[in-house]
């Protein structure tokens, strides 16, 4: 994790400047197809596990975002894979009204990546891009890889878009007051002045360097400001981070994607083919996105899924093993563990564990949360309207479903049925396997991709980003 030291609010202001100004000239100077290509030529960069850009990520993430090599590298192949097999091209046909214009984006728009994943900030950069729309990226915390990696890729594959990436790294100033709140908590207040007065007796009472921390303090809230002085910004975080940057700027084009889960489902008859499958979805970045499966309902025989999920959850601990757990999570995960065993010794529930993976055969269809890491309920139901009416009180957090045995017929008729009733908008629906590797128009949180970052959407064009799939 990134130690920061003071930066002068002035350096993000200056980045601002300068996409706002040459910057966007050049870009909206290059072609919408020659921009679609290049970005492609991004991609297959990225894509490629010989090419220097895509062995600087495997070589250096790892260590940044406490996943195993294997592990990540796998995560890596399969998500760049799917964006190389649909491409920036396919993007336009499917989201772009061809009569609209070429540059539909914003003048600026400024990027807040939050996460363990690399590929949500990278992703939506490329799309800014690809709709004439210099970018201001603020990589996440975590991540001090990526935002470098693409930058590279982006000056190999053309110069205009090169120069319209500005990649600024500040602290959140809330964190550098939580940093030091240790057993005080004075109320928020909105007024900046009196916010700043309660950070600075904090810093006196824990006995820090106050001087510093006041400049490093004023300097992210400055920072923070003119990042967000722009016509759009793309916020991923928490849902109080997100709502909080929503709240700074109520005139101006903020999209936010908050806290998203996905969960799966498998038909009777599919148990056996979708385990390995499944385990799988659940292994890649250690269960930690949005798109990681957190809970399935077994529609069949619950216990066929959860011992063929046990036994894919052991082979893939050794070829793709599990990361580095934080203390908080390794408590929870423990904690998960103990409580079932508790409850499988006084019920018809069952635990299926080794050292680094959990499966519970639950005895009910009811949601049960997950520790993550690669902790999975497996629940049983007696059709996808249980499911649904279980998950109804979820809904606006449901980012995927994973689906097996639904493939045709009635079975599929019944499975986007129930879909649509934890809607509007209806969650993404994605086969079991596939969950981790979203197509570039994919239907990202209710919407496609590129329908929020258009500056003024033709009718045609939120047609088409209401029906991504």
């Known amino acids: 994790m990134r130690v920061y030291n003071e930066m002068r609010a002035h350096k993000v202001d200056d980045a601002r400047k300068r996409l706002s100004r040459r910057a966007r000239r050049k870009l909206r100077a290059v072609p919408l197809a020659e921009r679609a290509e290049a970005l492609d030529g991004v991609i297959a960069m990225l894509a490629d596990p010989a090419s220097s850009v895509r062995r600087e990520l495997e070589e250096h993430l790892p260590a940044c975002l406490g996943l195993h090599p294997?592990?990540?590298?796998?995560?890596l192949d399969c998500a760049f894979s799917a964006w190389k097999a649909s491409g920036m091209r396919a993007l336009v046909d499917a989201q772009l009204d061809p009569e609209g214009p070429d540059a539909a984006g914003f003048d600026c728009t400024s990027i807040l990546c939050g996460g363990v994943l690399p590929m949500p900030g990278i992703e939506t950069a490329l799309d800014c891009l690809l709709l004439g729309s210099p970018v201001l990226l603020r990589p996440?915390?975590?991540?001090?890889?990526?935002?470098?990696?693409?930058?590279?890729?982006?000056a190999a594959a053309h110069p205009a878009l090169a120069a319209a990436l500005e990649v600024v790294d500040f602290a959140n100033p809330d964190a550098l007051r939580r940093d030091f709140e240790h057993d005080f908590a004075p109320d928020h207040n909105e007024d900046a002045q009196a916010e700043r007065a309660a950070w600075m007796d904090i810093q006196?009472?824990?006995?820090?360097?106050?001087?510093?921390?006041?400049?490093?303090?004023?300097?992210?809230?400055?920072?923070?400001?003119?990042?967000?002085?722009?016509?759009?910004?793309?916020?991923?975080?928490?849902?109080?981070?997100?709502?909080?940057?929503?709240e700074q700027r109520p005139e101006r084009r903020t999209v936010c994607y908050g806290h998203r889960f996905s969960v799966a489902v498998v038909a009777r008859g599919a148990e056996q083919a979708a385990?390995?499958?499944?385990?799988?979805?659940?292994?890649?970045?250690?269960?930690?996105?949005?798109?990681?499966?957190?809970?399935?309902?077994?529609?069949?025989?619950?216990?066929?899924?959860?011992?063929?999920?046990?036994?894919?959850?052991?082979?893939?601990?050794?070829?793709?093993p599990r990361g580095e757990v934080p203390l908080e999570a390794a408590a929870r995960f423990a904690n998960a563990r103990a409580e079932l065993e508790v409850r499988a010794a006084n019920s018809a529930a069952r635990?299926?564990?080794?050292?680094?993976?959990?499966?519970?055969?639950?005895?009910?269809?009811?949601?049960?949360?997950?520790?993550?890491?690669?902790?999975?309920?497996?629940?049983?139901?007696?059709?996808?309207?249980?499911?649904?009416?279980?998950?109804?009180?979820?809904?606006?957090?449901l980012s995927t479903i994973g689906h097996a045995g639904f493939k045709t017929g009635r079975a599929r008729a019944d499975l986007l049925?129930?879909?649509?009733?934890?809607?509007p908008p209806p969650?993404?629906?994605?086969?079991?396997?596939?969950?981790?590797?979203?197509?570039?128009?994919?239907?990202?949180?209710?919407?496609?991709?590129?329908?929020?970052?258009?500056?003024?959407?033709?009718?045609?064009?939120?047609?088409?980003?209401?029906?991504?799939?």
């Open 70 to 75: 294997a592990t990540l590298r796998a995560g």
């Open 275 to 320: 385990a390995p499958k499944l385990a799988r979805d659940v292994c890649l970045w250690d269960q930690l996105g949005c798109l990681s499966p957190t809970i399935v309902w077994a529609l069949g025989d619950a216990d066929l899924l959860a011992d063929a999920l046990a036994e894919n959850f052991a082979e893939l601990s050794r070829v793709l």
């Open 351 to 397: 635990l299926l564990g080794g050292e680094h993976w959990l499966v519970a055969r639950e005895t009910d269809a009811r949601f049960r949360g997950s520790p993550l890491y690669r902790a999975l309920p497996v629940c049983p139901a007696r059709d996808l309207a249980e499911v649904s009416a279980t998950l109804k009180p979820f809904a606006r957090w």
């Open 427 to 469: 969650p993404r629906l994605a086969p079991i396997g596939q969950m981790q590797a979203p197509r570039l128009c994919w239907r990202h949180d209710g919407a496609g991709t590129l329908l929020p970052l258009l500056q003024n959407p033709t009718p045609l064009e939120r047609q088409l980003g209401a029906q991504a799939v």
């Open 140 to 154: 996440a915390v975590r991540d001090e890889v990526s935002a470098r990696v693409l930058q590279t890729a982006l």
């Open 417 to 423: 049925e129930a879909c649509a009733t934890l809607g």
């Open 204 to 246: 006196r009472r824990s006995g820090s360097d106050l001087n510093l921390n006041a400049r490093l303090y004023d300097s992210a809230r400055g920072a923070l400001g003119y990042f967000l002085d722009v016509d759009c910004v793309v916020a991923y975080g928490s849902d109080e981070t997100v709502q909080r940057i929503a």
